[in-house]
């Protein structure tokens, strides 16, 4: 039974171990920054929606501006051919086409003017969406760096883990499961701890200072009997 009490205790130990690895993983640092983040990447994309549909709506408004300037170039061209074929020979014709032909470069010289006049519109907007993108940029390389990060310790922790609890199995194979019960449920009631030493009549489970009675009774056991703390249970190693 001795040797029962000594396998739980490498048990224990290595419960114990499994729990440290258990809070580490969910408690990595770089998952609180990698969650600020995150959370930043968010808060910038959320101040793009408006800035994104402005340009949006002046590249449409530039491409309307262009599809214009080409159509009127278009009719420019064709008066010119008309006006320099020779083919048209009266006077209030030819005047009448380098009236049109005058009247389509004012108008395309406004359609110039006007897409100009979009682009200084638009600057601001393009240099808030410039800024915005390079914070992403930096944020998005961050993101990545704390990703791989966490990986690596995950799988050193799940490596570790692996070894604890291949090694935890094959030493619970030997601890009867009565035992096992007993330390199973005193592990619930005192924060993982299910087997510990008794010392200056302390259980180190629990921390309580036995009666005094049953200190007594304790010591009157034999060495290889299994003695458990009254207050939570624990398994005690005397
Ligand atoms: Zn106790």
Same mark, same amino acid.
């Given at each position: 039974m001795t040797d029962a009490l000594a396998n739980l205790v490498e048990v224990q130990n290595h419960d114990t171990r499994l729990a440290q690895l258990q809070y580490r993983r969910s408690h990595m640092e770089q %998952?609180? $920054? !990698? +969650?600020s983040v995150e959370d930043r990447i968010a808060a910038? /994309? %959320? $101040?793009l929606v408006e800035p994104a549909a402005a340009r949006r709506s002046f590249e449409t408004r530039e491409q309307a501006l262009e599809d214009e300037q080409a159509s009127v170039s278009v009719k420019i061209a064709a008066a010119e051919r008309t006006l320099y074929s020779g083919s048209v020979s009266? &006077? %209030? $014709?030819l005047q009448s086409l380098e009236f049109d032909i005058a009247s389509l470069k004012r108008r395309r010289s406004e359609l110039e003017?006007? $897409?100009l006049e979009l682009l200084? /519109?638009?600057? &601001?907007v393009d240099a808030r969406l410039a800024t915005a993108a390079d914070q992403i940029d930096v944020l998005e390389s961050r993101r990545i760096v704390l990703q791989e990060s966490i990986r690596d310790e995950e799988y050193a922790? /799940? +490596?570790e883990a692996a070894l604890a609890s291949a090694a935890r199995a094959t030493l619970v194979a030997s601890v009867p499961s /009565?035992? !096992? *019960?007993f330390y199973d449920r005193a592990r619930v009631q005192n924060k993982g701890i299910g087997i510990a030493r008794l010392e200056h009549g302390i259980c *180190? +489970?629990?921390r309580l200072k036995l009666a005094a009675v049953d200190f007594d009774r304790i010591r009157q056991q034999p060495p290889d009997a299994i003695v458990r703390c009254d207050d939570c249970g624990a398994l005690l190693l005397r």
């Open positions: %998952r609180t $920054e !990698l +969650a910038i /994309d %959320r $101040e009266s &006077p %209030r $014709e003017d006007h $897409e200084v /519109d638009r600057e &601001p922790i /799940d +490596a /009565d035992l !096992l *019960g *180190g +489970a629990c």
